[in-house]
């Protein structure tokens, strides 16, 4: 995280506040004009499809990111709902810089591989952020469905085995997209995730080690008797 203060320090002028409400505004209005106008075949025109960027509709290296998940009228809000707590939350604790960093990473790498596998999908990006703050607020309770309480920390490993499934069983584009979308999530976590199994190993070692010691004092003991 030091290289990301230097940064900010630098540029975080330039940082978007609020960029999840932005995100969240932009899917409901595409949900919204693609439900009510499905003529105007609106998706097709914000999908990141390469073949396409390569020919100078640049602005699809974008827009994808406002494409909403498939659902019904009822998921699509308790979705964007999600994002946005989710998003806001996460803008809350690190600043609007580091946000930006972290979804901009996911971008990156869920464009570049589009443009290697033909294949686009904002799902695992924006799912990058559940796990984000899932792994800051593992007991955060959310309602799912605005009824029943879940803790984040059990809808993180549903996600991760979404993610796990895609990576063993889907398709070659759909491995390298689901790989690709946490790579900000290991960036951001990934040295903390390895601190920690470090420390509970060496708390395992000296504990087995404690327990070692008195058992061969008590040997010890009972060799003088």
């Keep these: ?14 940082a978007i506040k609020g960029l999840m409400t932005y995100i969240v505004i932009g899917n409901l209005a595409v949900f919204i004009f693609n439900y009510l106008m499905p003529s105007l075949n609106i998706i097709p025109k914000l999908a990141l499809i390469p073949s396409y960027v390569l020919k100078g509709q640049v ?34 604790l690190w600043g609007s810089f580091k946000l930006n960093i972290y979804y901009l990473v996911g971008m990156i790498g869920t464009t570049i591989a589009a443009l290697l596998t033909g294949y686009s999908d904002a799902t695992h ?17 959310v309602l799912l469905f605005f009824i029943i309480p879940v803790k984040m920390k ?53 504990r087995k080690n404690f327990y070692r ?6 040997k010890a003991n009972d060799q003088y008797r």
């Excluded at 995280?1 to 330039?14: A, K, P, V």
């Excluded at 990111?65 to 806001?88: C, D, K, R, V």
């Excluded at 993180?156 to 900000?184: D, E």
């Excluded at 010691?213 to 008590?218: D, L, M, P």
């Design 1 to 14: 995280m030091r290289f990301l203060d230097r940064l900010e320090r630098r540029f975080g002028r330039y």
């Design 59 to 92: 602005w699809r290296l974008i827009t994808y990111i406002f494409i909403p998940p498939p659902s019904n009228i009822i998921f699509i809000f308790f979705a964007l709902y999600f994002y946005y707590i989710i998003g806001n939350s996460l803008e809350n």
């Design 125 to 141: 990006l924006n799912l990058s952020l559940f796990l984000a703050f899932a792994y800051l607020f593992p007991n955060y309770e």
């Design 154 to 206: 059990y809808l993180a490993w549903l996600n991760w085995a979404f993610i796990a499934f895609r990576v063993i069983f889907g398709t070659f584009a759909q491995k390298i997209i689901a790989i690709v979308s946490v790579i900000n999530f290991l960036l951001f976590f990934g040295p903390d995730i390895i601190n920690r199994i470090k420390n509970r190993r060496n708390v395992y070692v000296n």
């Design 213 to 218: 010691q008195i058992e061969e004092g008590r």
